[in-house]
């Protein structure tokens, strides 16, 4: 698919993810949202809880360093323990060094004022900022992300990740949405295989792409077409509807 859009990529980070103990739900929500707002996601990657790892793959897709990608965006490791090592990992790769933010020690503080609870040293961890980074809103737990370069950085729980993507991505300049149709027919993929090839063809500027399912009733196939003009989308999903006979 032909497309002018912003490029981005997911890094996950986390042991839990690697191992299988934790099922990764935040870079198919982000892609969803990415899609939707006009970002063209183009890679998603997991790294575990180590240092170097974490800034060798920011270097590699964090376009400001030299990477592949204008945007990134990141999840996980900016809690209060002793493994979340995304901060110091981020500002590594961007050659600064961490320091306690005074605006996100604030927030953390009123936080712990209002739930009666003490601003401990663990908690405070989750002000340390890389020098030069802007704060992300946390309206579920206060604790911040925080931009620098092109890199974007979010929590791993869910729901304060969702939260920090529902307020970062309308402040992000993004492109056109992507048009998506598709159609289901019951028929194997290979029986299919010729005819999309053909109407791939003739819109080249599109994506077409061919998903074998099977259920009770046997064999079938989503036939899909993306782009990000309707018009050509429309155009190629009534082709591809006329070639296989519906």
């Known amino acids: 698919m032909q497309s ?3 490029t981005a990529a997911i890094l996950v980070i986390g042991d839990e993810i690697l191992s299988g103990r934790t099922r990764e739900g935040n870079a198919h929500h982000l892609a969803q949202v990415l899609t939707a707002t006009g970002f063209d996601l183009q890679e998603i990657r997991v790294v575990s809880d180590d240092h170097d790892r974490i800034v060798a793959a920011i270097r590699a897709l964090d376009g400001t360093l030299g990477g592949g990608y204008d945007l990134l965006f990141t999840s996980g490791g900016i809690g209060p323990t002793h493994d979340d090592i995304t901060a110091d990992a981020v ?7 961490v320091e306690i933010h005074p605006e996100a020690r604030a927030l953390l503080q009123e936080r712990c004022d209002r739930m009666g609870m003490a601003l401990t040293e663990n908690r405070l961890r989750m002000a340390r900022i890389p020098v030069g980074a802007t704060l992300i809103d946390n309206a579920v737990s206060a ?3 925080f931009s620098i370069g092109a890199t974007h950085v979010m929590a791993g ?13 309308p402040r ?3 492109g056109r949405p992507v048009r998506s149709l598709s159609v289901e027919v019951r028929r194997g993929e ?17 994506s077409l792409g061919s998903y074998p399912f099977r259920d009770d009733t046997g064999w079938g196939t989503n036939l899909v077409v ?3 003009d309707a018009a050509r989308v429309d155009q190629a999903m009534a082709a591809l509807k006329e070639r296989i006979g519906l």
């Open 91 to 97: 500002a590594a790769a961007h050659g600064t060094t």
């Open 4 to 6: 002018d859009n912003p």
């Open 157 to 169: 729980v869910p729901e304060v990740f969702r939260g920090m993507v529902d307020w970062l991505i």
């Open 143 to 145: 604790a911040p992300g």
């Open 172 to 174: 992000l300049p993004g």
């Open 226 to 228: 993306r782009g990000l």
């Open 190 to 206: 290979s029986d299919v295989a010729e005819d999309l090839q053909a109407v791939a063809g003739e819109f080249a500027d599109l």
